[in-house]
């Protein structure tokens, strides 16, 4: 994948132009500011971006042109990245696990912050993190739902163990805070009140003010046309149960977002290579490419259906299943898609809001899975 110079009007300029027959994903870099000036003016504190959710270096080039100054990273190859792209930014190296190798590597690089959420963890970071100005920040998880998955199935200390963990960060002289992820495409803004109360407690419990509280990622991207996610109420949400948790101790807020900073920013076109007997639908780009998320967080149904020319398909809708370019079975949308009853072979499907870990985690299997990326000004007309 690499990003063309050209920059196009709208996807459908490129597509009539050239009428590719691999799959594209079209990059708007004025959404992504957008998106970033929106966090950025709404959130009640600092943002900093996950970078594991779309790593691309013009991704992370424009984030910064938008204000962002701080980055979530979990691997030095992500260190490596930001002090490239972003010399002078603060990491928060907010895997909990990490080898040796790795912490040093951090460390050379100035990470500023870092999650723990165990007791041998701690002791690495103790023993190979100098103190002096270095938050370490314990991460706690809860069974909460309203989520896509849960992340408190592989990291986060329960609410006691937690309360342990800060008072040892607190008693080796690194700066306290306490972090946790509501889970992925988090739709319930009621996740975060949980756990934010919950935050104030282990603080309590433990004995120790926190200078701050990152409240993870999780913020959800529009997936579905009828579901617009309401950040702004969920910022809200997250200001007022802080301040009602922690009174005149509220530590300062940190936020992680990746999803939902990057997803609306790109647009990926696919083919439909062929319509078996007018049933199943088989495109050139499938879960092992850039449409890998699906069968995870479920599927998304701002589809716009258009023929080789370019014109929208307005059939009256009907289900169908949709399989990706590999011989591999389980190589399908899940589910039934809705989709126009007129579409054909050759027709183009543009999938919005693709910006999220559509880079990030495509393979080559088969030999597919070569998608080409595109600078749009627009996504509309």
């Not at 996740?191 to 701050?212: Q, T």
């Not at 370019?310 to 990706?324: D, K, S």
């Not at 590999?326 to 809705?338: K, N």
Request: charged share 20%; aromatic share 8%; glycine share 8%.
């Amino acid at each position: 994948m690499g990003l063309s110079k050209t920059i196009w009007t709208k996807p459908a300029e490129h597509l009539l132009a050239y009428h590719p027959d691999e799959p594209v994903l079209y990059f708007a870099p004025a959404v992504l500011q957008a998106t970033a000036r929106k966090f950025l003016e709404g959130f009640p504190g600092l943002v900093t971006y996950a970078v594991k959710s779309n790593p691309d270096e013009v991704v992370l080039s424009n984030l910064v042109a938008a204000g962002v100054n701080g980055f979530d990273v979990a691997s030095p190859f992500e260190m490596e990245l930001v002090s490239r792209v972003a010399p002078g930014a603060a990491m928060h190296y907010n895997n909990p696990v990490r080898s040796r190798s790795e912490i040093a590597t951090a460390v050379r690089l100035g990470c500023a912050s870092y999650s723990v959420d165990s007791h041998s963890e701690l002791d690495k970071l103790i023993e190979m993190v100098p103190a002096a100005g270095t938050e370490i920040t314990v991460r706690f998880k809860l069974p909460v739902s309203g989520a896509a998955y849960n992340f408190g199935a592989k990291f986060g200390a329960d609410a006691e163990k937690a309360a342990v963990l800060l008072k040892r960060v607190a008693g080796a002289g690194f700066i306290p805070s306490i972090t946790f992820h509501p889970g992925t495409q988090c739709t319930d803004p009621m996740a975060w009140d949980a756990y934010i109360r919950k935050a104030a407690w282990i603080a309590a419990e433990a004995g120790v003010p926190i200078a701050r509280l990152n409240v993870g990622g999780g913020f959800p991207s529009h997936r579905l046309a009828e579901l617009a996610p309401q950040l702004d109420e969920i910022f809200a949400l997250i200001d007022r149960v802080t301040d009602e948790a922690f009174g005149a101790d509220r530590p300062v807020l940190v936020c992680e977002p990746g999803r939902a900073m990057v997803a609306e920013s790109y647009t990926l076109a696919v083919r439909i290579k062929a319509l078996r007997d007018d049933d199943h639908v088989f495109m050139n780009d499938g879960i092992y490419g850039g449409l890998a998320e699906l069968p995870l967080i479920g599927v998304i149904d701002r589809i716009e259906v258009l023929s080789p020319d370019l014109n929208p398909r307005q059939g009256a809708v009907r289900p169908r299943i949709c399989f990706g370019p590999t011989c591999d079975s389980v190589d399908r949308l899940p589910g039934e898609i809705a989709l126009p009853g007129d579409m054909a072979e050759g027709d183009y499907m543009l999938f919005h809001g693709m910006g999220a870990y559509s880079t990030a985690t495509v393979t080559r299997f088969n030999g597919f899975g070569n998608i080409g990326i595109e600078t749009v000004y627009s996504f509309k007309d």
